[in-house]
């Protein structure tokens, strides 16, 4: 997978020029690219008891609405860049059909809460329109080309996310404070854990430098549980996981 990795990225310019390219982080006006291919349900608009005889398109309060933000919506990258959205999706698809299976080993095997990994997957189940996420179980990822941030929490995600390397260079190394970790990731090499809990930042580096992170929208358990409080008014295939004792 490493080498199919790194074989994508060297033809990834077809659809994102120079985006992959050196650089040294501390050079002057540096700058990077942080590019996303997700589902959100933030500042969805809320049914509170809806009637059901009227269509949700003539309910309002009196203000213009967005009636596109009553259900989960692509980003604007998704949206916008359709082409490189689907052509990223398959350079990624090896590494994301190895997460998909791996990822639900480790929370098997690592964790006390079993349930952890269909937690993850129950806002990928239910897209609009049967839509389905690369990414699953995760609701979408992110491509960051030469990252390197501040230290920081992603507050508006779920619980986990993770992180897929892509590295040529020196540097750049993965800092979770809390835990007291540096992490000198290597290309094809996947890190998961608790982004919304635990404070992380990137080092300075000298090469080329992106990094894949999966994660889930934290605002889409409204829609999981009652589609936003419009339940009466979407029809959906609901998969209900059962735990055997």
Request: charged share 25%; aromatic share 12%; glycine share 8%.
């Amino acid at each position: 997978m490493t080498e199919r990795l790194d074989q994508g990225f060297d033809g990834i310019d077809a659809v994102l020029p120079n985006e992959f390219s050196w650089e040294d982080s501390r050079r002057e006006k540096y700058s990077y690219t942080s590019i996303a291919y997700t589902w959100y349900y933030r500042m969805g608009e809320k049914g509170k008891g809806p009637p059901t005889e009227v269509h949700p398109n003539k309910l309002h309060r009196g203000v213009k609405v967005n009636h596109h933000q009553r259900i989960p919506y692509s980003t604007v990258d998704t949206v916008q860049k359709a082409m490189e959205f689907e052509t990223i999706s398959q350079i990624f698809s090896e590494a994301f059909d190895f997460q998909r299976v791996n990822v639900r080993v480790l929370f098997i095997l690592q964790h006390t809460n079993p349930e952890a990994y269909d937690e993850i997957r129950q806002f990928a189940d239910v897209l609009p329109l049967n839509a389905t996420s690369p990414s699953y179980p995760f609701a979408g990822f992110m491509i960051n080309f030469r990252v390197v941030t501040d230290a920081h929490k992603d507050g508006l995600d779920s619980e986990w996310c993770l992180i897929i390397f892509v590295k040529r260079g020196e540097g750049g190394l993965l800092v979770l404070r809390e835990l007291g970790l540096k992490i000198n990731g290597k290309t094809g090499n996947m890190l998961h854990f608790t982004s919304r809990w635990v404070t992380h930042f990137n080092t300075h580096f000298k090469g080329k430098r992106c990094s894949l992170v999966l994660h889930t929208d934290r605002e889409g358990g409204p829609w999981v549980e009652t589609s936003g409080g419009w339940a009466g008014h979407v029809a959906r295939h609901i998969t209900t996981y059962v735990r055997n004792e």
